[in-house]
């Protein structure tokens, strides 16, 4: 039971480069998030999807896209990379048993992203 | 729009001295409050969470919370910090109503000293 994986752990782009961002995660959870860390910042929410086959966007979505491919895989894609978007990336999932947003939210190990 | 506030980046106690983080929110309804740890170079997990039920919430590793609502507060305490404890620590703030969206602040960094 390896929880919520992500891929690449670190990563170098270029300004303007594309690439995307993968999370997976065994725990048969209904919903996923993706959050970028940024010094002083703490997390915000870039895009969410609340179940297989919806995404929202959340705080901070502009520059990104998501996919939520299957229940266990959703993707965050870099169109246009920017020196802006250098972060730490975490994925999260959590089950969504009910309405009252009393869930835990699981965290990946996260991806460091630098743009030059 | 909901908001925590947490004071102090840093955070600096000796190995054995009582730990306290502190963490305000900003609701118009009293939210549900959660406090989450980051170890070096990992994700975040969670410490406790307060869903109404009890004001003091007991989390593992030691600490617990109490939420009081009068002082809009929901600060994280552990009586005697271990080398361990070291880590950043996250408030996060969700509404009782609708899809769960967290809200971070901007978290404490926990130095601990032997």
């Known amino acids: 039971n390896a929880g919520v994986t992500q891929t690449p752990k670190f990563q170098v782009l270029k300004t303007g480069q594309s690439m995307t961002l993968q999370c997976a995660q065994d725990m048969n959870h209904n919903s996923m998030y993706w959050y970028r860390q940024d010094p002083g910042m703490g997390l915000r929410l870039i895009y969410y999807?609340?179940?297989?086959?919806?995404?929202d966007k959340g705080e901070v979505p502009n520059g990104y896209n998501v996919s939520r491919l299957n229940k266990r895989e959703f993707s965050l894609r870099l169109e246009s990379a920017a020196p802006s978007q250098t972060s730490v990336y975490f994925c999260?999932?959590?089950?969504?048993?009910?309405?009252?947003?009393?869930?835990?939210?699981?965290f990946g190990p996260g991806t460091r992203l630098t743009v030059l | 729009a909901q908001s925590v506030t947490q004071l102090g980046s840093h955070v600096s106690v000796s190995e054995g001295a009582l730990v306290l983080l502190r963490c305000n929110y900003s609701s118009s309804v009293p939210p549900y409050l959660f406090w989450y740890v980051q170890y070096p170079n990992q994700g975040l997990q969670l410490l406790l969470k307060y869903t109404s039920a009890a004001t003091l919430v007991k989390g593992i590793n030691g600490f617990e919370a109490e939420f009081k609502k009068s002082e809009t507060s929901f600060h994280l305490t552990k009586p005697s910090a271990h080398m361990s404890d070291a880590a950043e620590y996250f408030c996060?703030?969700?509404?009782?109503?609708?899809?769960?969206?967290?809200?971070f602040g901007t978290g404490t960094r926990l130095l601990v000293s032997p």
């Open positions: 996060a703030v969700s509404s009782r109503t609708g899809f769960q969206k967290l809200v």
């Open positions: 999807s609340a179940s297989e086959g919806t995404t």
């Open positions: 999260a999932s959590s089950p969504l048993r009910n309405r009252d947003s009393t869930d835990t939210q699981y």
